[in-house]
């Protein structure tokens, strides 16, 4: 009875030996392997997505590049453009106007008739100097036509009217009143023939005297 009660004893005691065992320390993770781990895990993931995604993209179609041809532009080149045809100018219309009349009064001078040049002269002395003109004109002069001053001194002059009709190539005299001036010295008036419009025409001619 002890015996067995011994017994029993042992093998209570192994029993409660293996239950109270300590269990096997459990080793400690390597964090290091842990990451490296969940990198590999997460970049097969992004890969496998990004390869899912690529396929599902429609593919984008490119253009044939085209083919340049030196010659075959649609823009013609400057020397084309300027080579164009030209169109016809147009005609002008030319007009004939009728001739104007050629101006037809022209006088010379031939002779001096009185009061030579270099007559000596009083002061205020009154005189009448005469020309001898000829008409080397194509028109006749006829009633307007005279003397007028042409620059000079004036004296005084006044021209005396012409009373007769002078043809073209007809030789005629002319002549003015002149007043000597008071200051002595020597004096040139000059003068020349007017039609009836008043435009002055042919050769000066002129009367010249000393005052003393």
Known sequence: MKS???IILLLSTILL?????????????DVNAIYTAAAQTVIVELTQEAAQFTATLPATEIPAATETQVGTSTAAPTEELI??????????????????????????WVADVSV????QMSPGQDFQKTWRIKNTGTCIWGAGYGLI???????????????TSVAPGEVTE?????????????YTS???????TGINFGEFFYAQIVVR
């Open 4 to 6: 067995r009660s011994l």
């Open 17 to 29: 030996s293996a239950c109270g065992a300590t269990p096997p320390a459990t080793p400690t993770p």
């Open 83 to 108: 080579a164009t045809e030209t169109p016809e100018p147009t005609a002008t219309l030319f007009i004939e106007a009728s001739p104007t009349e050629q101006f037809c009064d022209e006088a010379a």
């Open 116 to 119: 030579q040049d270099g007559t």
């Open 149 to 163: 001053f042409g620059y000079g001194v004036k004296m005084n002059g006044e021209p005396i009217a012409m009373t």
């Open 174 to 186: 002319v002549a003015v009143r002149l007043t000597a001036p008071d200051v002595a010295g020597e």
């Open 190 to 196: 000059y003068w020349r023939m007017a039609n009836a």
